[in-house]
């Protein structure tokens, strides 16, 4: 039933957030992504729609008005976060040195996505989302999932240098 549901659904989502996008200033995919996990808790919780079309329209420019809403409110940092003066050359030297392992390993992360995915995330300039999707060129909804799966195969890179640096005794 529910496989029937999305394939029906379909067509009308992709032309309701195709339509709604540029008003919100989001991509067409993201629309669609937000609207089909939206759907997907509608079904456990609720079951299906009792009017499939008209929950559809409703949920896009639902998701639209949030998009916006977000869109508005997301500004980066006038100024980086206050740094800690009281911090003693060893302690600077030791995060210089966190640092440089953490971008060596981000470097040596598989595939082309996550180097460049994870080097965006960790820039100083504090990109949005909208700005990372835009410089990579996914969609702004896959930056979650795609930073959770090279979040997970970075800590497998760093696991061994971090178990191999503690001191014993």
């Known amino acids: 039933m529910t496989h029937d549901l999305v394939a029906t659904l379909r067509p009308l989502l992709t032309a309701e957030a195709s339509a709604e996008a540029h008003a919100s200033g989001t991509e067409p995919a993201d629309l669609e992504q937000a609207v ?90 504090d990109l949005t989302y909208r700005e990372i999707a835009g410089e990579l060129g996914i969609s702004q909804g896959s930056l979650g999932p795609e930073r959770s799966r090279c979040l997970g195969c970075l800590r497998r890179l760093l696991a061994p240098e971090v178990a191999t640096r503690r001191t014993r005794g």
């Open 36 to 125: 089909w996990l939206r759907l997907l808790e509608h079904l456990e919780t609720q079951g299906p729609p009792l009017d499939p079309p008209g929950w559809l329209r409703r949920a896009v420019r639902s998701e639209s008005r949030r998009s916006r809403r977000t869109t508005r409110l997301e500004r980066p940092y006038a100024t980086e976060p206050a740094v800690d003066d009281d911090r003693t050359p060893e302690q600077l030297a030791l995060a210089a040195a966190r640092r440089t392992a953490l971008h060596d390993a981000v470097r040596r992360l598989p595939g082309p996505c996550c180097p460049s995915l994870m080097a965006a995330l960790l820039s100083p300039r």
